[in-house]
């Protein structure tokens, strides 16, 4: 099994691991990073997991999903991160990006908390931030 992970704050990172600790098999963690020459992708379940950027897929997640050649034998899983806020253009541009490919089997949204600071957000809030983060766990071990 491998999964291809991009983490620019460390969320996306600790979802992959844990998703990662939750199998029994042999998993590879692959940090997704420029110029990845990935090739034909042969294991039996593959997951991508990143972030959402700017209500999008971050540019180096874009460019990793075109180049990859995944066989239709894979069982492909993709698990995005967020903020409060969704990013509803997520799921159009990754079936743009999958148009003639192997499509992914299963999507899943999980909510971290958001990495930016407004002036109406109390980002130290420490009890709103752990429930949150236990939330997502609880989401990620179903």
């Given amino acids: 099994m491998k999964i291809f992970y991009f983490s620019g704050t460390g969320n996306s ?14 998993v590879e963690l692959i940090r997704i990073k420029d110029n990845d020459n990935v090739g034909i992708i042969k294991d039996k379940i593959v997951s991508i997991v990143f972030p959402i950027y700017y209500f999008g897929l971050p540019v180096l997640v874009e460019e990793f999903i075109r180049e990859i050649n995944i066989s239709e034998d894979t069982y492909l899983f993709i698990i995005v991160t967020k903020g409060v806020s969704l990013g509803g253009g997520v799921k159009t ?38 429930i949150r983060n236990k939330k997502a766990t609880a989401k990620l071990l179903k």
């Fill in 93 to 130: 541009q990754l079936e743009k990006l999958f148009e003639g490919k192997k499509k992914y089997n299963y999507f899943q949204y999980i909510t971290m908390g958001d990495n930016f600071v407004l002036d109406f957000w109390d980002a130290t809030n420490k009890t709103e931030r752990l």
């Fill in 13 to 26: 990172y600790q979802i992959a691991k844990k998703i990662s600790n939750s199998f029994d098999d042999n």
